[in-house]
């Protein structure tokens, strides 16, 4: 996008963690933007603390799972703006399940399809034609993970599985773009990293609705930021981390030059990429897993 100022964004998950951070950063480039989040606690305070800061912004709360809640958030981005430029579906969940895969409760992949993937799918209907049809340049951002969408940890696979999910539906989105608007409109797949985050993801399960309610109690406390850096450490993997607001200032970056790929570049990152490719051209198992299980 040539200019940012005076353009709106939508983001949501934008009330903490790496949203709250890009809501920031479009804010501080005069952008006018919606923090769109299913905690009214967290948009209140978020919304609040930007205005005092002097950045335009307007809350909404909303449920990415559901799409009518996701039509009153664009509804509402209109309303208060009359415009939207830039979309980020950045809204995700930890499902937090337990043991083996075959043994997982149905209603943690429910949950996790309906967030991390349904929820882009529901952003990109809701304010996609409205993105075409306004004449204007537009943007989606929609944020996936190295867990999926560069090599899955086998621990973790509904949130690998629906990473992965949205890097394939960005691909075909930019594809469609850039043949129905000619590159006017264009979409880009966030990868986080190249390290850990600290943001509400470990802490998901607090805000679980009861249509996701688990059939079965768990076995395990959930696994905090903490557990999670001593499995690493146990497994011989660094412990290091990005801040959510080097991961706002690549978002903005890429706005501007147009990028779809918004991937640091990274030893460990870099080596994964090649290591899966290279076993799917060798038609070779999938030994790179092995760092990733610590075996």
Not at 15 to 24: L, N, Q, S, T
Not at 193 to 198: E, I, W
Not at 264 to 291: N, V
């Amino acid at each position: 996008m040539r200019s940012l100022e005076g353009r709106v964004a939508v983001v949501t998950g934008g009330a903490g963690g790496i949203g709250r951070a890009m809501a920031e950063a479009f804010g501080k480039q005069g952008m006018r933007v919606v923090v769109a989040d299913v905690r009214p606690d967290a948009v209140e305070e978020a919304c609040s603390q930007m205005g005092d800061v002097g950045l335009e912004v307007t809350g909404v709360v909303t449920d990415v799972g559901d799409y009518e809640s996701v039509c009153r958030l664009r509804d509402a981005t209109l309303d208060a703006y009359g415009a939207v430029h830039v979309v980020c579906n950045n809204a995700g969940i930890g499902a937090g399940a337990e043991g083996p895969i075959w043994e997982h409760d149905l209603a943690d992949w429910a949950w996790a399809l309906s967030v991390n993937l349904w929820g882009v799918i529901h952003g990109v209907n809701a304010f996609v034609p409205h993105l075409v049809a306004s004449g204007e340049e537009g943007h989606v951002v929609n944020t996936s993970s190295g867990n999926g969408g560069v090599a899955p940890i086998p621990s973790t696979p509904q949130y690998a599985v629906t990473k992965s999910a949205v890097v394939t539906l960005t691909e075909c989105l930019y594809a469609q773009l850039d043949a129905a608007t000619g590159g006017r409109v264009r979409a880009s797949v966030l990868f986080p990293g190249p390290h850990m985050l600290r943001t509400g993801l470990f802490e998901s399960w607090r805000y679980r609705p009861e249509r996701f309610a688990k059939s079965r109690p768990r076995k395990s406390p959930y696994v905090t930021v903490e557990e999670l850096e001593r499995q690493m450490r146990a497994a011989g993997l660094p412990v290091e981390y990005t801040e959510p607001a080097e991961v706002a200032a690549r978002v903005v970056d890429a706005l501007r030059a147009g990028d779809f790929w918004i991937l640091p570049p990274g030893d460990r990152t870099d080596a994964q990429i090649r290591a899966r490719a290279a076993s799917m051209l060798e038609r070779s198992k999938p030994d790179y897993l092995k760092e990733l299980t610590g075996s």
